[in-house]
Nanobody, 124 residues
Framework: VQLQASGGGLVQPGGSLRLSCTGSGFALEDYNIGWFRQAPGKGREGVAC????????YYRDSVKGRFTISRDSAKNTVDLQMNNLRPEDTAVYYCAQDPVPCGPGRMGWPFGRWGQGTLVTVSS
C-alpha cells in the first residue's frame, strides 16, 4: 500500500507542470488526498486537497487560480495541474493520504501515508 508522486521537473516562470499521485493497494477515491510542498529551508505546507468521493477541493491562497487538483478514479490517481508557475513555487511536492480537514477554509495534516516527493524547480 503506497502512494507515488511523479511529474516534477525544471520549468521557466510562467510555465506549467502536471504532477500525478498514483495509489497502489487502495482506492484513492475512498480518502481525502492532498498535495503538500516543502521549499528549501522551510517547513512543509499544504497546497491543495480533494475530498473523498467528491469533487470538493481546497487550495491555499497563493495557488488559487493557478493550480487545479483533480481525481481520475479509473486510473487511481490524483493530479495537480500547475499553471503560471512562479519561482516561489519551487519545492519538493508530496502527495499524502487523508489530510483532515480538507476544506472548507483550511487543510489539515494527513492521517495516512505520504508518497515520496517530486522536485519542482521554477527558474529561468
Amino acid at each position: 500500500v503506497q502512494l507515488q508522486a511523479s511529474g516534477g521537473g525544471l520549468v521557466q516562470p510562467g510555465g506549467s507542470l502536471r504532477l500525478s499521485c498514483t495509489g497502489s493497494g487502495f482506492a484513492l477515491e475512498d480518502y481525502n488526498i492532498g498535495w503538500f510542498r516543502q521549499a528549501p529551508g522551510k517547513g512543509r505546507e499544504g497546497v491543495a486537497c480533494i475530498r473523498e468521493k467528491e469533487t470538493l477541493s481546497y487550495y491555499r491562497d497563493s495557488v488559487k487560480g493557478r493550480f487545479t487538483i483533480s481525481r481520475d478514479s479509473a486510473k487511481n490517481t490524483v493530479d495537480l495541474q500547475m499553471n503560471n508557475l512562479r519561482p516561489e513555487d519551487t519545492a519538493v511536492y508530496y502527495c499524502a493520504q487523508d489530510p483532515v480537514p480538507c476544506g472548507p477554509g483550511r487543510m489539515g495534516w494527513p492521517f495516512g501515508r505520504w508518497g515520496q516527493g517530486t522536485l519542482v524547480t521554477v527558474s529561468s
